[in-house]
């Protein structure tokens, strides 16, 4: 077997599994990543992201409560139906390395309501416009 194929056949059940066992928060970190990419290059250039949460099916199909925060982290709050009580909740700061959040968000939103989040380049970076 050739070394090519054989590193690829080892790190293929990592690559898998860690598409198996992503969250709520992290999956929103890639689209975020996707997103930052599709700025433009100039100043002012905008990108509207739609993540549609829950995205992935049976996780997080009541309302949930997202704050993206100025230091970096996204953190994902999913809640039962009375609004009562956490189910789950997720976060990451991946998506730091793609974009700043230069003020925190923290919105409330019904099951399954897309969040719509702002990017925009100013002073060369791709950064959090607004959050919606």
Wanted: hydrophobic share 40%; with cysteine; net charge positive.
């Amino acid at each position: 077997m050739k070394p090519a194929l054989r590193r690829l056949l080892s790190v293929l059940p990592v690559l898998l599994l860690s598409a198996c066992f992503t969250d709520a928060a992290t999956r929103l970190a890639f689209d975020i990543e996707a997103a930052a990419g599709r700025v433009g290059r100039s100043e002012g250039s905008r990108y509207t992201l739609v993540h549609h949460t829950p995205s992935k099916s049976g996780e997080c199909v009541g309302p949930y409560k997202v704050q993206l925060d100025h230091v970096g982290a996204i953190v994902i709050w999913c809640k039962d139906a009375t609004l009562d009580k956490t189910v789950s909740s997720h976060g990451t700061s991946y998506h730091g390395r793609f974009v700043h959040t230069p003020e925190t968000h923290i919105l409330d939103k019904s099951a399954a309501e897309p969040l719509v989040i702002e990017l925009e380049r100013r002073d060369g970076r791709v950064v959090i416009a607004s959050v919606k």
